[in-house]
């Protein structure tokens, strides 16, 4: 029995370092999830990549607990005062907040990238404290765009706006420069650390790396959470206004015109408008019968066909009269005519609508 009592203290941790021993192993498991999750080819939505983000948030949540409750950072240290083994210990708030951004649930996602900014935020300001790296902290999602948002969208960008946005890309391109300059010199001191000939100096070094690339990852993370924000509440505000019936305004009511037909009745009733007609077709055309002055009128449509065709018959019957008697005239006429045709092509002389 005091043999297997010996064994049993000899494999498990003293009690001082119990909680150590746990928080160590959180870190480490939540961390190691994080990066099969990140590089994972199944896709983000399925339920086992959702479930192995949730499992990871409630290791790394428990790890910043037990972090707290120890006390291992203050603001009054600096970052020299520090032990190595606690240094990877800054980077929980940052996990955190990763992984908040890898859940996919559509009805949560504003809270959710809302927390993921705030540890991202918490993780910045701790790096800023400690002096571990240069750079600006983003200004609260509400402050800029709150107090001037509406006149951004409204007042086209001046030149201080084409400064900020020229600054802004100059920001992205240094802090993109800046992460594969740690991300190389990381990759070269990790192989010294995993080789087992690093001392101290040299693990210090790695995790005060690992910890300014995700200074970087979540500079670039903060920006992306802006937008994505704005863009949800503007989706939120149209969503309740759909579900709303729109405000309908009362129209004013059409002023009715009336159809008249003398001087007096315009004068008490209005036309409407300058081009209203003042009597019906029917009324012109009863009007210019009374009077006679219709193009046809007194003069039967049948009564007229049949004077032309009398006409026409008696014009063909004293032609033939004509020819028969043999008259000079029209024999004169008809040989001019003949060697007229022969001398000149059909339609010569017609100049009759030639433009």
Not at 24 to 33: A, N, P, W
């Amino acid at each position: 029995m005091a043999e297997s009592e010996n064994q049993n203290s000899a494999t498990e941790p003293s009690n001082s370092n119990t909680d150590l021993f746990k928080l160590s192993d959180f870190l480490e498991r939540g961390r190691k999830i994080f990066e099969d999750v990140d590089s994972t080819s199944e896709p983000l939505g399925s339920t086992a990549v959702q479930a192995n983000v949730k499992r990871a948030i409630q290791m790394l949540e428990e790890a910043s607990r037990m972090v707290a409750q120890l006390d291992l950072f203050s603001r009054n240290e600096e970052l020299e005062e520090i032990s190595t083994a606690d240094l990877k210990y800054l980077l929980l708030p940052a996990l955190l907040g990763a992984l908040h951004m890898k859940l996919t649930s559509r009805e949560t996602r504003l809270n959710t990238v809302q927390a993921a900014r705030t540890y991202f935020m918490d993780f910045l300001r701790r790096c800023k404290e400690y002096h571990i790296s240069h750079f600006e902290l983003p200004k609260h999602g509400d402050e800029p765009e709150e107090a001037s948002g509406s006149k951004a969208k409204s007042v086209p960008a001046g030149p201080s706006d084409l400064v900020s946005m020229a600054a802004k890309r100059q920001s992205k391109i240094e802090r993109y420069r800046q992460r594969k300059e740690l991300e190389a010199r990381l990759s070269d001191v990790q192989r010294a650390v995993d080789s087992g000939q690093a001392d101290d100096e040299v693990t210090r070094d790695l995790y005060l790396l690992t910890v300014r690339r995700w200074v970087t990852i979540c500079l670039e993370e903060m920006e992306t959470i802006d937008q994505e924000v704005e863009l949800l509440r503007n989706m939120d505000v149209l969503k309740h206004g759909h579900g709303k019936h729109p405000v309908q305004h009362a129209r004013q009511p059409m002023k009715p015109f009336i159809l008249t037909k003398d001087a007096v009745q315009a004068r008490v009733y209005g036309a409407g408008y300058p081009s209203l007609p003042t009597m019906t077709v029917n009324d012109w055309y009863e009007q210019h019968a009374k009077h006679g002055v219709l193009p046809d009128q007194g003069v039967p449509r049948k009564v007229a066909a049949e004077d032309n065709t009398a006409a026409e018959e008696r014009e063909s019957e004293e032609k033939e009269r004509k020819a028969e008697n043999d008259d000079e005239e029209s024999l004169l006429k008809a040989r001019n005519w003949d060697d007229w045709k022969d001398t000149h092509r059909r339609g010569y002389g017609n100049r009759q609508n030639m433009g």
